[in-house]
């Protein structure tokens, strides 16, 4: 593979946390070639958020490499309440889920039952005889027996001790707690004031949710994208209503795996990347990715055929989450999920189908540009881009070998760009003559080592000439 086209298209998200946290570490992370840094704010308080993120933009600077932040909000969650000591739950045994604590006692055949509160009032109302409960992240089932309006009684299905604040999941339930709660307003003010590049909003159920989201990030001047998180079964039934209002989605396997039959997790994953691929938004998979890895050196067999089938799959991104937080080799991870989306790509290029929804002149005008690129071996594509939209065009055509190089005058774009598939964005001015701009574009190129005399260049761009935008394909030898 020559130098133009020997790069990684997969991009990596990792989530900070104590084994990455430090100027070390994240300098390493960002020289390894991470693209974006995940917040987790389910536990992350503001002083915290501040000074991170604070430290990611100055590491950022300092190697030279601007990455993206993604603050990940925690969205709505039912969760038990504290208990005195663990409560070992036995099969068959009756147990009672109490929305109004500080009642009397329940009984059922002269014998005490066991109980524990939950933090939603309302859950009476949402579930029915019949449902099923699943606590601590599917490890304890339960079948629900009876309700009144204080009580959920509940029969043992699957047996485990339950501790204090368990996160309790409900398939099929469509529980009617707001998308965007107060915790999470107050998160992302915080995240608005320090200049978040995404946010990811857990959770989501339905397009009015997103739509919460950004009528107040446009009432707070924030030009921070969305990321959509699918995590149940609501989700899945409104999944392209959902991609069409958001920026990205996220494939959040965690408790998509425990909301939905664990059978049809993989043909979830698949039927929404390839609906991103049809309306041109980028996706991220992620959870278990590299599991093991958070105490072992090495990845599963099972893991790495994981990652592989996500590039495969064509997907912008791959995740991290508890291996780059609390995993003893969080540097080890990114140089292993870099290791493998190398290695897949270079089994490209891929069969990539026309996406369904390519309508407007400026898009079938840059699905020419990729198409040549096609048909011209070892080219690259140059674009620019004042707020990436002609970038995320490319991108969303998935060319199948040439790398897109996306010129752009703002930091903010840059790091948007991290997001997108085959995007090496770069810093450039944007104010001169249409041809010198493209000439300084490559001189930047050669200079950064990307592309050498010889090399194919097209460029797939709207340039300002005399007072007005005129779309363009050009073909172009770095001479």
């Given at each position: ?165 368990r996160h309790i999941n409900l398939p099929g339930v469509k529980v009617n707690l707001p998308s965007f709660t107060e915790k999470d307003r107050g998160d992302t003010q915080v995240g608005i004031e320090e200049g978040i590049d995404f946010v990811a909003l857990s959770f989501v159920r339905e397009a009015k949710d997103i739509e919460m989201l950004r009528e107040y990030l446009r009432a707070n001047n924030s030009k921070a ?69 958070i105490k072992e050196p090495m990845p599963t067999r099972a893991e790495i055929t994981d990652v592989a089938n996500a590039v495969y799959e064509k997907a912008d991104c791959v995740m991290l989450s508890g291996e780059t937080t609390i995993g003893k080799y969080p540097l080890e991870c990114v140089a292993i999920l870099d290791k493998i989306a190398r290695r897949i790509e270079e089994e490209g290029p891929f069969d990539f ?127």
């Amino acid at each position: 593979m020559n130098q133009l086209t020997n790069f990684r298209r997969t991009k990596i998200i990792f989530t900070l946390g104590p084994a990455t946290e430090s100027e070390e570490m994240l300098e390493k992370l960002i020289l390894a070639g991470v693209d974006v840094a995940r917040l987790n704010m389910a536990h992350a308080k503001h002083d915290w958020t501040r000074e991170v993120i604070r430290r990611i933009r100055a590491v950022s600077k300092k190697v030279g490499r601007e990455i993206a932040i993604m603050m990940d909000i925690k969205g709505p969650e039912i969760r038990t309440g504290d208990v005195d000591a663990p409560i070992e739950l036995k099969v068959g045994e009756i147990f009672d889920f109490t929305v109004k604590p500080g009642g009397d006692a329940s009984r059922e055949n002269g014998e005490e039952i066991r109980s524990v509160n939950v933090n939603y009032k309302d859950l009476v109302n949402d579930i029915h005889v019949g449902d099923t409960v699943l606590v601590d992240n599917g490890l304890i089932r339960l079948e629900v027996l009876e309700k009144d309006n204080a009580h959920i009684r509940c029969r043992v299905l699957i047996p485990g001790e339950l501790k204090s604040k368990r996160h309790i999941n409900l398939p099929g339930v469509k529980v009617n707690l707001p998308s965007f709660t107060e915790k999470d307003r107050g998160d992302t003010q915080v995240g608005i004031e320090e200049g978040i590049d995404f946010v990811a909003l857990s959770f989501v159920r339905e397009a009015k949710d997103i739509e919460m989201l950004r009528e107040y990030l446009r009432a707070n001047n924030s030009k921070a994208k969305i990321i959509a998180k699918i995590e149940d079964q609501t989700a899945i039934s409104n999944l392209d209503e959902i991609i069409r209002a958001t920026d990205s989605l996220m494939v959040a396997r965690g408790d998509l795996g425990i909301e939905c039959p664990y059978e049809d997790l993989p043909v979830i994953q698949r039927r929404a990347v390839k609906s991103c691929f049809d309306h041109g938004k980028p996706v991220i998979i992620a959870t278990h990715m590299l599991e093991s890895m958070i105490k072992e050196p090495m990845p599963t067999r099972a893991e790495i055929t994981d990652v592989a089938n996500a590039v495969y799959e064509k997907a912008d991104c791959v995740m991290l989450s508890g291996e780059t937080t609390i995993g003893k080799y969080p540097l080890e991870c990114v140089a292993i999920l870099d290791k493998i989306a190398r290695r897949i790509e270079e089994e490209g290029p891929f069969d990539f189908a026309e996406p369904e929804h390519v309508t407007g002149d400026k898009l079938k005008l840059l699905q020419s540009g990729v198409l040549l690129a096609h048909q011209i071996s070892d080219s690259g594509i140059i674009t620019f881009t004042r707020q990436g939209y002609m970038a995320a065009g490319l991108a969303a055509l998935r060319p199948a070998i040439a790398p897109i190089f996306a010129m752009t005058n703002s930091v903010a774009t840059l790091r948007q760009l991290r997001i997108l598939r085959g995007v090496e964005p770069y810093m450039l001015s944007l104010d001169s003559e249409p041809n010198d701009t493209i000439e300084n574009a490559i001189a930047l190129l050669v200079k950064a080592g990307r592309v050498r005399t010889g090399d194919k260049l097209i460029v797939a761009t709207d340039l300002l000439s005399h007072d007005r935008l005129v779309d363009s394909v050009q073909l172009r030898t770095v001479r």
